[in-house]
């Protein structure tokens, strides 16, 4: 079955210090990746999407990730973390019709 | 340019009660999906619509019916609530099946 994995479910980043957020699929194929953020009582906004070609991608605030197809990994990364990037992020796949979600992982940036 | 917009932003209702869960999107996509999101299980899909007319079942369908209203309009209905039902409901929107989703900004839903 496609899944998707988030194996951090809370991670906490002294703010300016640099973030690392893992993702692992498991599809038959290379699916479309993408990273979403959620701020507390809000809807997910869209970080970042990978379809193909240049495996770094940029997003949106400061945000890259990277697709591995040798470790089925889209990991997101920030060089420098910010107090208003506290959220939750989820990373999704895309399946037949529909995404796939990660479980996602709470961010808690410490001063 | 309003994206997707949920109406009503929170409910409370008691236990055997019905409402219907409203979801428009002005961005002229094909595709429409409802989850809900519960605390440790992440985004859950109920029902989604691949295109007008269409209707599929999703993950936890249960307890939950949808109607394809027209291209903009995707409504999600609970026939007689229950406290399971408590959660927070998210409308989404792509243009088409596989690709991203923007998401509405949910319906807090209480069910005592």
């Known amino acids: 079955a496609q899944s998707v994995t988030q194996p951090d479910i809370h991670i906490t980043v002294s703010e300016g210090a640099s973030l690392e957020l893992r993702c692992n699929y498991s599809?038959?194929?290379?699916?479309?990746l993408f990273w979403y953020v959620q701020s507390p009582g809000q809807g997910l906004q869209l970080l970042l999407k990978?379809?193909?070609?240049?495996?770094l991608v940029q997003g949106i605030k400061g945000f890259e990730a990277e697709f591995k197809r040798s470790q089925s990994s889209f990991n997101l990364r920030k060089p420098s973390v910010h107090w208003s990037d506290a959220a939750e992020y989820f990373c999704?796949?895309?399946?037949?019709?529909?995404?796939?979600f990660g479980t996602g992982t709470r961010l808690l940036v410490s001063p | 340019n309003a994206g997707v917009t949920q109406t009503p932003k929170f409910q409370v209702l008691k236990t055997g009660q019905s409402m219907t869960l409203q979801c428009a999107q002005d961005?002229?996509?094909?595709?429409m999906y409802w989850y809900r999101q519960d605390p440790g299980m992440g985004l859950r899909l109920i029902y989604y619509?691949?295109?007008?007319?269409?209707?599929d079942k999703g993950e936890v369908p249960n307890g939950y019916n949808v109607s394809r209203l027209n291209k903009r309009e995707f409504s999600l209905r609970l026939e007689s609530a229950a406290p399971s039902q408590t959660s927070v409901y998210f409308c989404?929107?792509?243009?088409?099946?596989?690709?991203?989703?923007?998401f509405g900004p949910g319906t807090r839903l209480t069910v005592t």
């Open positions: 599809y038959g194929a290379t699916p479309y």
């Open positions: 619509s691949a295109s007008e007319g269409t209707t």
């Open positions: 961005m002229n996509h094909n595709s």
């Open positions: 990978y379809f193909s070609g240049d495996t």
């Open positions: 999704a796949a895309s399946g037949f019709q529909k995404l796939v």
């Open positions: 989404a929107t792509a243009l088409d099946r596989v690709y991203e989703q923007y």
